[in-house]
């Protein structure tokens, strides 16, 4: 086990390696002058002059990558172009903003997505089958900002029910666990959570057919016996992938949470980014790609682990 | 009779005037701004950012008189209590400093702190030089030459050439507090979190991008306007729709600029939506940099041609005037252009075609847009509506879209510039109260960026004559029929793709009280209170 | 998918019949018929809009903005520059199929290319492109394709080519694994040892057992690609105004949804009803041929 542990962490240190090298290159792929994606426009020659000393824009690519490195390594992002404030102390804040958010989808996406996959499964092949399974593929196949807006024109616009947009009253900043916040929570939590929904779904619904196709198992239904048994049976087998996607799913929300903060104007990363982009404000969107970055990759690490602990069997290659 | 008393009591008591003692709640603002405007004393995000974050918390030598809805905002003293021209040079102004106007720390403003403050802006070399505020004020002030605290509040300012304007240049110089800058280890960072002006708001803290808070400063020098508010929320909500949902919601009770779409809805609703004539223009500001096509004056007046201002009207709803010029309609330096804007779309293709321009060799350049911004009213469909008018003209237009923000900082950097990405145009709206910012910072020759926001680096000796002539001119009449003859060039050259004018619409909850709306960019919140 | 699943998908014999048999087992299944059958109407759409669209999509009235949908002359109603919807609708199918499909078809392309040199040749040039494509693998797509058209800047080739640059590691991972599983079975290893060209052996026997998985995840990929596409646009980062397209016309309408909640929530509809298609189709082509998931 430990020396599994030790050699996905080998592999995983070169692949964070490069994520950051990728994240690095963005500055440099952005059209025109690197200084000018990291400047405003009328920056005077002494600012000019500092962020070329601090970024080294003058030396080799690798120089001006290790620099870089280094200062990330310290937890310094760098400076916001459009607002002069450190891009990781912005970043914190929208973070936890995202993780509320995502970690919410992800629980919503993965009870209803283990739900209708395993009645599916259960069920393979009866009309219960054919309705999950239909729910799960409609969840993969919508586009979820498109339903964000149609949940906001149902339960804001017509029914008046939930608020459209924003983080409650007073912003994320003096946010509560009451009725008050929460109610801002629903709808881009939910509209968030189809994607894991569907995908949990066809995971679990593939799982449990296979596991009910055992002969063991087949034998035990064919007696009629047991179906608490059979059901631990199928649970335990189950389990660990269904929870390794679920984590999976959890990354990838917080790396595509774009769309849905933009809908929602949700204070998180993906509102960030959103901002970044249109501000042409390069250091800020360096800086949350990064980390988001980061993130996906030990979570990857984090599910790789604890699913071989579960089930010693797979080793996800 | 006893119906008009009523009414009139009813009126008084809804302005306000009979309830001066209660505690008078808090009132919640959504902005067009996506972030909070920088809070050091020299806003960014354009008017808006000056409205919320810079005349509220922070006063300048100069202000407008706000308490009027029925006509122009004209220039009162601020915290200069007065200001004189010396009469053999007209370059030297002597400004007397208010006395006893304590900042927000309890520290006195003195002619010293005046001079700090301008040293902040245009001295690269003082320790309190701030590049951000810098970006914002300098442009505004363009006249300043040098400067000196005479005694304790007497201030000495000597223009670089004689310049009737520069009071309306200062009334854009927020006056921040040295003492407070020194406390925080002399760091604008820190300054930031908790600032200090002079102002009638004092700011109690912010959220990045989310929201302020500001109380009021009761300590205020004019008595007359301290806030009757117990608290004022501004919230940056950039995009209409949920600018219209927080409002219907109740999570704002004011919002700036509704989307027109939403208006029906909202009055509906019972939202005051409020609506008065402001100095504004909505244009695409031409480049006459190299290579432009809008360098021939045909094809400029083939797009004033094409633009269908009345579809457009539609388009918002009937909140706008349609522009007859740069300025708007019966405005006193209108003059009589001869060029009129209308929608001639023969006339438009003749031009093009006369310009070179058909089939062989069409026409298409690129302008810069904003989705959103103080003053941009509903920037995306209506360029879009416009992209649309040029295209029956023959005339293909990319946009390059931008965030508000950006957008200024690329106006500032000018045509030539690599931000502006090889744009030809830019969409911006104007702030166009006097012959200053009406008319010279957009096309006088030494303004040409960076020195100015000549953003098009027009040149023109003919224009910059005029512009002299504005300045040497400290007879209010006589200047004022040079500002006709400029506007008329303005016109009859093209010099602008000029489209319409705001109408400064904002909507209220039933619940705001005492609110009046000045013909004016800036507004002022103390007179408002909130019924429970 | 596990090393089990690519060794039976590999060991399926794959004879003359095989493909018939397929197309056999894929036209007795009605679900993945229909989706075709609406996939292919989509393309007819977009080819022949000009003589399909009732009207200009360029061209709009103010006076007939924001109309709802069942107004005489504009069935599906107008925009907010009073531009015909259903002529919108369609014409949008040309370029949100274009940037839906195009990067996918690319990324088959290159992504196999790279897989199977990978997984053929092994070794150092195994692990030297793998380990690259591992590092784009990393990111959560949406992020990768947001970072890059982000930085690059809007437009439709940028969006394009982000979205390629998406799509081209997975493909690569699963053409390398199954490669490096077909490589070791006992006939291709045959045929190596009898001294074949390394060129005939990827052509007859790779190619011919490692195409089938990958066509059939790629074609997986394509409603992921149609909704990324479109949500490139949504954000601004796409297609420009005031081209018609599924995703761009989803946020210009936006605004609208206070006065006409159901025409703006058209656009959304067509993204979905395409993308549902493609992976419904996908799946009846995965059971056709028998691999699993």
Same mark, same amino acid.
């Given at each position: ?43 005077? %020659? ?73 009645? %599916? ?79 949990? %779904? ?116 | ?532 | ?293």
């Amino acid at each position: 086990m430990l020396t599994y542990v030790a050699k996905r962490l080998l592999h995983t240190l070169p692949v964070a390696f490069g994520v950051s090298i990728v994240c690095f290159m963005l500055v440099h792929i952005a059209p025109g002058d690197p200084l000018t994606s990291v400047l405003p426009p009328d920056a005077s %020659a002494q600012l000019q002059a500092e962020m070329r000393k601090i970024y080294g824009f003058d030396r080799p690519l690798p120089v001006q990558y290790g620099l870089w490195l280094l200062k990330t390594l310290q937890g310094d992002l760098g400076v916001s172009i459009a607002t002069g404030r450190p891009v990781a102390s912005e970043l914190w804040r929208a973070l936890g903003n995202t993780l509320m958010l995502a970690v919410l989808a992800t629980v919503i996406g993965f009870v209803l997505g283990c739900l209708f996959g395993f009645v %599916a499964g259960y069920f393979r092949g009866s009309w219960l089958d054919r309705l999950a399974s239909f729910v799960s593929i409609i969840g993969v196949s919508v586009p979820h900002y498109w339903l964000g807006m149609v949940l906001v024109i149902i339960f804001s616009v017509q029914l008046n029910w939930l608020p459209a947009t924003g983080a409650g009253p007073g912003g994320s900043a003096d946010w509560a666990w009451d009725w008050v916040h929460v109610r801002h929570l629903i709808l881009p939590a939910v509209t968030m959570s189809v994607i894991p929904m569907g995908i949990v %779904a066809r995971t679990v619904r593939a799982l449990v057919a296979d596991i009910l196709s055992q002969e063991f198992i087949v034998g035990q239904r064919a007696k009629g016996l047991l179906d608490a048994g059979v059901f631990r049976h199928v649970v335990k087998n189950a389990a660990p992938t269904a929870l390794a996607v679920m984590g999976l799913q959890l990354g990838y929300l917080l790396g595509g949470s774009i769309l849905i903060e933009t809908v929602f104007s949700w204070p998180g990363t993906g509102f960030l980014l959103g901002q970044a982009i249109f501000q042409r404000d390069l250091p800020l969107l360096q800086g949350t790609i990064l980390v988001l970055a980061m993130f996906f990759v030990g979570l990857n690490l984090i599910v790789d682990v604890v699913q071989t602990m579960l089930d010693p069997r797979v080793q996800r290659s | 009779m006893r119906i008009i008393n009523l009414g009139a009591v009813a009126l008084l008591a809804s302005l306000g005037f009979c309830q001066p003692s209660l505690a008078q709640g808090v009132l919640r603002i959504g902005m067009t701004a996506s972030d909070i405007p920088l809070t050091t004393g020299q806003p960014d995000q354009g008017g808006e950012g000056q409205r919320f974050m810079g005349l509220t918390v922070y006063d300048a030598l100069v202000h407008w008189d706000l308490t009027r809805a029925d006509r122009p905002s004209t220039l009162i003293p601020g915290l200069a209590a007065s200001w004189t021209v010396d009469a053999n040079d007209k370059t030297k102004w002597t400004f007397k400093i208010r006395d006893g106007v304590k900042f927000h720390d309890g520290s006195v403003l003195t002619a010293e702190a005046v001079v700090w403050n301008l040293d902040k802006l245009l001295k690269t070399d003082a320790p309190q030089f701030d590049q951000r505020q810098a970006s914002q004020g300098r442009s505004r002030i363009p006249a300043v030459g040098s400067y000196r605290a005479v005694d304790a509040l007497t201030l000495e300012i000597v223009t670089r050439a004689p310049d009737a304007t520069l009071p309306y240049q200062l009334a854009w110089i927020g006056i921040s507090s040295p003492a407070q800058w020194e406390k925080l280890g002399r760091n604008w960072q820190e300054f930031a979190k908790t600032p200090s002006g002079t102002g009638p708001w004092k700011l109690t803290g912010f959220t990045p991008r989310e929201r302020a808070e500001l109380v009021p400063n009761k300590d205020y020098w004019d008595t007359t306007r301290i806030p009757r508010l117990d608290r004022m929320v501004l919230i940056p909500l950039p995009e209409p729709n949920a600018r219209v949902a927080a409002l219907r919601s109740g999570q704002v009770d004011w919002i700036e600029a509704p989307a027109p779409d939403a208006v029906p809805s909202l009055k509906g609703a019972g939202i005051q939506v409020i609506t008065n004539a402001y100095p504004h223009n909505w244009t695409w500001h031409l480049s006459s940099a190299e290579g432009s096509p809008w360098n021939d004056v045909r094809v400029r007046k083939a797009a004033n041609l094409a633009i269908d201002r009345e579809g457009l009207k539609e388009l918002l709803g009937g909140l706008m005037i349609p522009a007859e010029g740069f300025m708007p309609p019966g405005h006193q330096w209108f003059g009589k252009p001869s060029f009129k804007l209308k929608r001639d779309l023969a006339e438009a293709r003749k031009l093009l075609a006369e310009a070179g321009y058909g089939p062989a060799k069409p026409f298409q350049t690129k302008i810069l847009i904003s989705p959103s911004g103080s003053g941009q009213m509903q920037p995306l469909p209506m360029n879009e509506y416009i992209q649309q008018n040029l295209a029956e003209a023959g005339m293909k237009i990319d946009f390059e879209v931008v965030e508000w923000n950006t957008l200024i900082n690329i106006w500032r950097a000018g045509a030539r510039h690599e931000s502006s990405r090889g744009a030809t145009g830019m969409n911006y709206s104007y702030f166009i109260q006097d012959p200053f910012t009406g008319f010279m910072r957009h096309l006088q020759c030494n303004l040409q960026p960076p020195a100015g926001t000549n953003w098009g680096h027009y040149c023109n000796a003919d224009m910059d004559k005029l512009f002299n002539e504005v300045r040497n001119t400290f007879d209010a009449a006589a200047q004022s029929k040079v500002l006709e003859r400029i506007h008329e060039k303005y016109v009859d050259d093209a010099l602008f793709l000029m489209v319409t004018h705001d109408v400064n619409a904002r909507a209220l909850s039933p619940k705001v009280r005492g609110f009046v709306q000045a013909q004016n960019w800036f507004q002022d919140f103390g007179t408002i209170t909130m019924s429970p | 998918m596990t090393a089990a699943t690519l060794e039976a998908i590999a060991k399926v014999e794959k004879s003359p019949g095989y493909w018939s048999g397929v197309l056999r087992r894929i036209a007795r299944d009605p679900v993945a018929m229909f989706a075709l059958c609406v996939i292919v109407a989509m393309i007819l759409m977009a080819i022949f809009a000009p003589w399909i669209a009732p009207a200009d999509p360029y061209r709009g009235q103010m006076l007939r903005r924001l109309r709802p949908i069942g107004t005489a002359g504009f069935p599906l109603g107008t925009d907010e520059l009073g531009r015909d919807m259903l002529t919108r609708l369609i014409y949008g199918a040309r370029l949100s199929l274009t940037m839906g499909v195009t990067p996918v078809i690319i990324a088959f392309f290159i992504g196999s290319a790279i897989g199977i040199t990978a997984g053929y040749v092994g070794g150092k040039l195994n692990s030297a492109l793998m380990r690259t494509i591992d590092v784009f693998f990393a990111f959560p797509s949406v992020l990768l394709a947001i970072a890059l058209s982000g930085a690059l800047g809007a437009g439709i080739f940028n969006g394009l080519l982000s979205l390629t640059i998406v799509f081209i590691p997975p493909i690569a991972r699963i053409a390398e694994s199954v490669t490096t599983a077909v490589r070791k079975i006992e006939y291709v290893e045959a045929a190596r040892a009898s001294g074949a060209s390394g060129f005939t052996i990827v052509r007859v026997h790779v190619l011919g057992n490692v195409i089938g998985p990958i066509f059939v995840y790629a074609t997986g990929l394509i409603s992921v690609s149609l909704i990324l596409a479109s949500g490139l646009s949504f954000l601004g980062l796409g297609v420009k105004p005031p081209e018609p397209e599924w995703g761009l016309m989803l946020n210009t309408l936006r605004n609208a949804i206070y006065v006409q909640p159901w025409v703006a929530a058209l656009p959304g509809l067509m993204i979905f009803i395409t993308s549902i298609s493609f992976n419904l189709l996908s799946d009846g082509l995965r059971s056709a041929m028998d691999i699993k998931a």
